[in-house]
């Protein structure tokens, strides 16, 4: 028996046999062209082919990963058509004589080093998206099954998978994956927790040839992989399994019950979406509104911004959808780590302090006019509220205010409906936000707290950096009492807060929060039925001098 550590990134616990994720051998030598034009048509037909391969996998990716998730293969659908790396192609092929093969396989090693030596980690992330998008390109260049076909059941174990890899996984065959590599946060993780696939990465190193084929146990959340386990440790992990099963299935008993506190309190508990396809699975999974439906998957991964009807269309399916269940739109929020070409933003050195969300909408103000009137529309078709990111002053809610009564005046001008009492709220994310919520408050009708931006400026610690992992800590007291303190200005002013950030889905948190006085809770659908759990646990009698348990 042999056990591999790692980190877990998917909770879960899987049997099967151990087997080597094999991908076929895609490397291309040098060699001169026959014939330039006929090797560039060869190379043209790869890249259609490569593009009808990623718009199937978007298409079916909404349903199985989610709206966000599957986004990422429109960026890669975007990437074949970059002119920098179609031109780099080119080049090799018509100009040096050299086979469509290597011309895809040098461009793609050369932007992804390219992509790998840059200072900004989301540029860094983009060089495994070039090798992903490559490698595709090459597959149909030379005629490769997609991915391997598995004869029964298994535990995959590569050194990454790539994301079109990972979404390609059958969780009736694929039972766990593996990686050697990777982090958390990794599209591989990501994909995995998506999918309910029990995973874990980064063991550090690949188990002997020997122990492929052998019986393996993944557990998802210790981070541990079993090689041919003997037969006490099978034992004790078949009972494990088996607790998570009857946990999953006591977790059903909270489906349709009101969300509420041991001692009565109403808490609201909503869901945090992306598109459509999220909104189904927030039905699913019980979530009695949308917290947080990020409108800017309508923005990325085009050349071309959205116009008003094509938003419109976006959110009065969500609205649809959720039949009467409140549903908050976040306003546009790009720049830092997501890039919207179609706004042709200038590089910044320090993007997650530079011009994001509504600092965009408000240099820009004909992005946020044609939002709000899009979102006005479709507040006639159910309870809409719309909420606007990273808020630091007073100003900048009352240009978002006139912009509003703008909008409704454009809308009642041509006769179109909508619900003229729109709620406004603001996402608290930054320091200053938090710090004058007294006064932002009777601004607006409520509050959202995003932990996962507020805890990085808080503690001036970039989320999106690995090294800094034992910085940014949600938990931290400052981040807490900028929590309690928002809070605390919210009901001075008779209005709403919640928390839409990560924190509001650690059940341990749970208590802590609704101590703060937090009303809402918005997660991600699937954390729904064990965050009601525990709520439903949870004895918040404030201000009473009784102690609180949960």
Not at 90 to 117: C, D, K, P, W
Not at 458 to 482: G, I
Request: glycine share 8%; aromatic share 6%; proline share 5%.
């Amino acid at each position: 028996m042999t056990i591999f550590k790692g980190k877990g990134a998917c909770r879960g616990i899987a049997f099967a046999p151990l087997r080597r994720y094999e991908r076929a051998d895609l490397a291309a030598a040098p060699r001169a062209a026959a014939d330039v034009r006929a090797e560039h048509a060869r190379f043209e037909q790869a890249r259609a082919a490569a593009a009808a391969e990623l718009d199937e996998l978007a298409l079916q990716g909404r349903d199985k990963l989610g709206e966000e998730n599957a986004f990422l293969f429109e960026v890669h659908r975007m990437m074949l058509e970059d002119e920098d790396y179609l031109e780099a192609i080119r080049a090799m092929i018509l100009e040096q004589n050299t086979g469509a093969e290597y011309a895809v396989s040098e461009a793609g090693r050369r932007f992804s080093r390219l992509f790998a030596e840059m200072d900004d980690e989301y540029m860094q992330a983009r060089s495994a998206d070039v090798e992903d998008v490559s490698r595709r390109v090459l597959r149909c260049l030379v005629g490769r099954e997609r991915q391997e076909r598995l004869a029964g059941p298994a535990i995959l174990f590569s050194d990454d998978f790539s994301p079109s890899e990972t979404a390609r996984f059958d969780p009736a065959l694929v039972r766990g994956i593996v990686t050697e590599k990777g982090s958390l946060n990794s599209h591989t993780a990501i994909f995995a927790r998506t999918m309910g696939i029990p995973a874990v990465v980064g063991v550090g190193e690949t188990p002997a040839a020997e122990q492929f084929g052998l019986p393996a146990i993944v557990d998802g959340q210790e981070g541990a992989l079993v090689v041919d386990p003997s037969p006490e440790i099978n034992e004790r992990y078949l009972r494990c399994k088996q607790r998570l099963e009857e946990e999953a299935a006591r977790l059903e008993e909270y489906r349709g019950r009101p969300t509420r506190t041991a001692d009565g309190r109403p808490v609201r508990l909503y869901a945090n979406i992306s598109g459509v396809a999220d909104a189904q699975a927030a039905l699913e999974n019980d979530a009695e509104g949308i917290g947080l439906f990020r409108s800017e998957g309508l923005f990325l991964g085009r050349s071309t911004l959205p116009d008003e009807e094509e938003q419109y269309q976006a959110y009065a399916g969500v609205v649809r959808r959720m039949a009467g269940r409140p549903v908050i739109i976040r306003t546009l929020d790009v720049g830092a780590d997501k890039k919207a070409d179609c706004l042709a933003l200038a590089p910044e050195e320090n993007p997650a302090l530079g011009l994001r969300a509504v600092r965009v909408c408000l240099r820009q103000p004909e992005l946020l006019d044609t939002q709000l009137r899009a979102i006005l529309r479709a507040s006639a078709l159910g309870p809409v509220s719309v909420m606007v990111p990273m808020i630091a002053s007073l100003w900048e809610v009352r240009a978002v205010r006139e912009r509003l009564d703008a909008a409704r005046s454009q809308l009642e001008a041509r006769g179109a409906a909508f619900d003229p009492k729109l709620p406004l709220g603001i996402m608290v994310e930054t320091p200053a936000a938090a710090l004058i919520s007294d006064r932002l408050a009777p601004l607006v009708d409520f509050f959202s707290i995003g932990t996962n931006d507020l805890t990085q400026y808080v503690l001036a610690a970039d989320r999106m950096n690995s090294q800094l992992a034992d910085y940014y800590d949600p938990r931290h007291p400052a981040v807490l009492e900028l929590i309690g303190r928002t809070a605390h200005n919210a009901h001075r002013h008779g209005i709403w807060v919640g928390v839409c950030g990560e924190l509001a889905a650690e059940p341990d948190m749970t208590r802590t929060l609704l101590e703060l006085g937090v009303d809402e809770l918005s997660v991600p659908p699937a954390s729904v039925l064990g965050l009601r759990r525990a709520i439903a646990a949870c004895r918040v009698d404030r201000g009473n001098g009784e102690e609180q348990t949960c």
